[in-house]
């Protein structure tokens, strides 16, 4: 991974200084909660329901062993002893004390990490495929573009301040894990008939009040043009995104305002200006970088190995778990296993400071000291042998990050909400454990199959409900939590948003909604069809028939739209 040299750690203790006098003279009233608020917001610091929340950056989601310890003794010593990761790869802590958190910004300091960018109006920190460095269908390491643009974009003075928040996503592979298609860039390496590396944009993706799909501004951009390129798109849209309106400052309303081509064509007469200027991107420094993400020292394993299969064979648990947690390596005898952070009875995506602690020792045993964070808010182990699946999956038991629920129903999304966020409508965790207690089955989520049920307190989209197989929003009706459910999103390459259900349903009956929208899935599927391609084959109207309860407002909402044609 990439570590940092004396400026990037000159640069971050710096800034640990100058927000601990900011704190200071805050607490000594000699700044207003006006002008502190964009001083704790460039450092990750946000004003939640209880107490402040802090959002930690994973660059890319990768983590070493060292900074999950410091992770971990942050949520022992300065939160209430556990941490949160976000869709976006982050860790947030949810009970700081304000004047405690230019500690933790000092802790993080030591080990390389930080908060900023987490926060404002500017490049938030760039995601990438969990799998990166280590899927068997990957063109190039993603983490060197992105390691590459963190870089660029750090206090980079002219987008400090754009029109709204930014975020980039960058894919090195033929599956888009990363969910690109949905950020305000997505990048997409590929080759073109030479076989030189570049890269596929995408513009004006994005969820939230108005969810969009991104649009490809360009099919081939070379690789030495990245930044060149990247500066063009920001620039344009620096200069005409809208400031008036908080609800339409995205660069997606801006795209669509324009049309893809017409913003296409501003971008490509701003790179003409600076295309050839020091910015483009040199080979050398590309190999700079590089060097960085190099593989670990993998041993020469055999394809075939008697004490695996054994265990397959002897322990059906183990078995289970290794089908639906373990993901294919690029190297044979080598293997990639999820952690997943969905332990019912927990909020999805918690973890505890004793597990974090864990998670880093069984990485150094297993994993040559490396975790990575998922966008689906679990944890991920890299290259680890396939000989070793076993103790670790005895180990990983033992703290409850064994749950064999990886692309289940089970392995759902889901933001704060009400419990901590503040700007939340309604709860999302009481909504996970109800759907929780409600089909606890191992074996009927299995029967569903592949099935991502994302869930988010307001419309903000936290929870990327637009494009969950079944997306669920918390709304508000008169002081009382209700919530819309869609069907029929996904994040992937066959990237779509979900379709209104219908009318609302009352928190009381969220989960008994999911179960009558899934036994229409089970009548009608065919040929072991996923719940989405389902969906897309026989439409939304057999599960708005079916989804709600007889001689219910709702119900009767919806036979008056039968009523009227509508």
């Not at 969009?212 to 990245?226: H, N, S, T, Y």
């Amino acid at each position: 991974m990439y570590q940092y040299d004396y400026y990037d750690q000159t640069l971050v203790d710096e800034r640990v200084a100058q927000y601990r006098g900011q704190v200071q003279r805050y607490l000594a009233g000699e700044l207003s909660d006006d002008e502190f608020r964009p001083l704790r917001l460039m450092n990750g610091l946000y004003l939640q329901r209880h107490a402040p929340m802090l959002r930690v950056a994973i660059p890319y989601g990768l983590l070493s062993s060292r900074q999950m310890r410091t992770l971990a003794y942050i949520a022992r010593r300065y939160d209430k002893g556990f941490g949160h990761f976000t869709t976006r790869q982050n860790i947030q802590y949810n009970w700081p004390k304000l004047e405690e958190t230019p500690d933790i910004l000092a802790e993080l300091a030591q080990v390389q990490m930080h908060a900023i960018q987490t926060s404002g109006n500017c490049i938030r920190n760039v995601t990438a495929d969990h799998l990166a460095g280590v899927a068997p269908d990957e063109i190039e390491d993603p983490r060197i573009y992105c390691e590459i643009i963190r870089q660029w974009s750090t206090f980079h003075p002219e987008f400090s301040y754009l029109p709204r928040k930014f975020k980039i996503a960058v894919t090195g592979a033929a599956r888009d894990r990363a969910a690109a298609q949905v950020h305000d860039i997505g990048l997409n390496l590929a080759r073109d008939t030479e076989g030189q590396i570049g890269f596929r944009v995408l513009v004006g993706g994005g969820l939230g009040r108005t969810p969009l799909i991104g649009q490809v501004i360009r099919e081939f951009l070379p690789q030495r043009d990245l930044l060149t390129y990247l500066e063009a798109i920001l620039r344009v849209y620096n200069l005409h995104g809208r400031r008036d309106n908080i609800y339409k400052a995205r660069i997606k309303i801006l795209v669509k305002a324009l049309g893809a081509e017409k913003f296409r064509e501003q971008v490509e007469t701003e790179w003409e200006h600076t295309r050839n200027s020091g910015l483009a991107l040199d080979p050398t420094e590309v190999e700079r970088v590089r060097r960085y993400f190099t593989s670990p020292a993998y041993e020469t394993i055999a394809v075939d190995d008697a004490s695996f299969d054994q265990w397959l064979k002897a322990d059906s648990a183990f078995s289970t778990w290794v089908k639906h947690n373990i993901a294919p390596h690029k190297i044979v005898g080598y293997r990639n296993v999820f952690l997943a952070l969905k332990e019912p009875g927990a909020p999805p995506g918690d973890i505890s400071a004793d597990q974090m602690d864990a998670v880093a020792d069984l990485a150094d045993r297993y994993s040559f000291g490396m975790i990575c964070s998922t966008h689906h808010q679990n944890l991920l182990l890299t290259d680890v042998r396939q000989a070793d699946l076993y103790p670790l999956w005895q180990a990983l038991k033992s703290w409850k990050l064994a749950s064999p629920v990886i692309g289940t129903l089970a392995d759902m999304i889901c933001c704060p909400g009400l419990d901590f966020c503040s700007l939340a409508n309604a709860s999302s965790i009481s909504i996970a454990h109800q759907i929780n207690e409600k089909f606890d089955q191992l074996d009927y989520l299995y029967d569903l199959g592949d099935l991502r049920l994302n869930m988010s307190g307001c419309m903000n989209a936290c929870g990327h409900h637009h494009v969950g197989h079944v997306g669920i929003l918390g709304v508000d009706k008169k002081g009382e939590e209700w919530y819309q459910i869609s069907l029929g999103g996904s994040s992937e390459n066959d990237v779509s948003l979900g379709d209104i259900l219908g009318p609302s349903v009352p928190k009381i009956e969220v989960a008994n909604t999911l179960e009558r929208i899934l036994k229409v899935y089970v009548e009608q599927r065919e040929n072991g069809e996923r719940f989405l391609d389902t969906f897309r084959r026989i439409g939304l109207e057999p599960f708005r028939v079916r989804a709600y309860t007889p001689g219910s407002k709702e119900a009767k909402q919806e036979e008056q739209r039968h009523a009227v044609g509508y």
